[in-house]
C-alpha cells in the first residue's frame, strides 16, 4: 500500500497541474473535438479519435489528481527531524566501492520526472528512515543485500 504523504512543493506541483489540465488543456481539448466532429463523418477522421481520447486522458488524470489532492498528508519540515533521515529529506549515501548516491525522500505522487527523488515506500528509504551520519542500512532488494552508509542528511526549509 502506497503512503498518503506529500511535502509541500509535491503538492504545489500536483494542483497546478490539475489547474493547467481544467483550466488550459481541457477547454482547448473539447475545442478540437468541437470542430473535427463538425467536419462530418467521424469513422475516418484521425483529429476526432485522436482528441476524444486526449479528452479521455484529461478527464482520468483530473478525476485522479482530484481524489488524491484530498487524500494526501502534507508533511512539512520540523525541527525535530534534524540529523535524522525522514520524510522530506535530502539524503547522501555512500557504499564500500565509494559510489555516491544523493536523492530525496517523498512521497509517491512526487517521484515522476525527477531522477533524484525516491519514495517512503521504496526499500532504500525504508532502511534509511531515522539513520543518522554514520549509520549503515542494509537495503534488501530482490536480488541482494546492498550496505550503504549515510554520510550527509539536509532539509529544505
Given at each position: 500500500?502506497?503512503?498518503?504523504?506529500?511535502?509541500?512543493?509535491?503538492?504545489?506541483?500536483?494542483?497546478?497541474?490539475?489547474?493547467?489540465?481544467?483550466?488550459?488543456?481541457?477547454?482547448?481539448?473539447?475545442?478540437?473535438?468541437?470542430?473535427?466532429?463538425?467536419?462530418?463523418?467521424?469513422?475516418?477522421?484521425?483529429?476526432?479519435?485522436?482528441?476524444?481520447?486526449?479528452?479521455?486522458?484529461?478527464?482520468?488524470?483530473?478525476?485522479?489528481?482530484?481524489?488524491?489532492?484530498?487524500d494526501l498528508k502534507?508533511?512539512?519540515?520540523?525541527?525535530?527531524?534534524?540529523?535524522?533521515?525522514?520524510?522530506?529529506?535530502?539524503?547522501?549515501?555512500?557504499?564500500?566501492?565509494?559510489?555516491?548516491?544523493?536523492?530525496?525522500?517523498?512521497?509517491?505522487?512526487?517521484?515522476?520526472?525527477?531522477?533524484?527523488?525516491?519514495?517512503?515506500?521504496?526499500?532504500?528509504?525504508?532502511?534509511?528512515?531515522?539513520?543518522?551520519?554514520?549509520?549503515e542500512a542494509i537495503?534488501?532488494?530482490?536480488?541482494?543485500?546492498?550496505v550503504w552508509r549515510?554520510?550527509?542528511?539536509?532539509?529544505?526549509?
Amino acid at each position: 500500500m502506497k503512503t498518503m504523504l506529500i511535502t509541500p512543493e509535491g503538492l504545489e506541483k500536483l494542483k497546478a497541474e490539475l489547474d493547467h489540465l481544467w483550466k488550459v488543456e481541457r477547454p482547448e481539448t473539447t475545442q478540437k473535438v468541437a470542430w473535427a466532429a463538425s467536419l462530418g463523418d467521424r469513422s475516418e477522421n484521425a483529429d476526432y479519435h485522436y482528441n476524444k481520447r486526449r479528452l479521455r486522458e484529461i478527464d482520468k488524470r483530473v478525476h485522479y489528481l482530484r481524489k488524491c489532492l484530498d487524500d494526501l498528508k502534507v508533511v512539512e519540515y520540523a525541527p525535530y527531524q534534524e540529523g535524522k533521515v525522514m520524510f522530506g529529506a535530502w539524503v547522501e549515501v555512500e557504499n564500500s566501492k565509494g559510489q555516491k548516491i544523493r536523492f530525496r525522500i517523498v512521497g509517491g505522487e512526487e517521484i515522476f520526472e525527477r531522477r533524484d527523488y525516491i519514495s517512503i515506500d521504496s526499500p532504500m528509504a525504508q532502511a534509511l528512515l531515522k539513520k543518522e551520519v554514520g549509520d549503515e542500512a542494509i537495503v534488501q532488494t530482490p536480488t541482494q543485500q546492498l550496505v550503504w552508509r549515510v554520510s550527509k542528511i539536509e532539509y529544505q526549509k
